[in-house]
């Protein structure tokens, strides 16, 4: 079955740093664009970074370019995110993704169950 299962949250402080895990199973990730999502507390979910399926091209937002990287291991069914520089704005429950549309199942979109970070002093 299809299953992304988010790893690396945890509590930092303004400035610290975090390095998110992702690992995919269930479909043929190297095919695959992968994403990065966070939802922030009363906030709709948002994407953070992109990273195409050989990972020859990267996109983020604007919010966090300069800050985050994304990278991805298709050996190892994994897409990491490096987060550097972290700011209390960054906050937010994060979730990867098959892109530039989620993964299915039976026609779903299906989500893990993501990662937390909660960036405070």
């Known amino acids: 079955q299809v299953q992304l299962v988010e790893s690396g949250g945890g509590l930092v402080q303004p400035g610290g740093s975090l390095r998110f895990s992702c690992a995919a199973s269930g479909f043929t990730f190297s095919s695959y664009a992968m994403s990065w999502y966070r939802q922030a507390p009363g906030q709709e979910r948002e994407l953070v970074a992109t990273?195409?399926?050989?990972?020859?091209?990267?996109n983020y937002a604007d919010s966090v370019k300069g800050r985050f990287t994304i990278s991805r291991d298709n050996a190892k069914n994994t897409v990491y995110l490096q987060m550097n520089s972290l700011k209390p704005e960054d906050t937010a429950v994060y979730y990867c993704?098959?892109?530039?549309?989620?993964?299915?199942?039976?026609?779903?979109?299906?989500w893990g169950q993501g990662t937390q970070v909660t960036v405070s002093s």
């Open positions: 993704n098959t892109a530039p549309t989620t993964i299915r199942i039976n026609g779903r979109p299906y």
């Open positions: 990273i195409t399926a050989t990972g020859g091209n990267t």
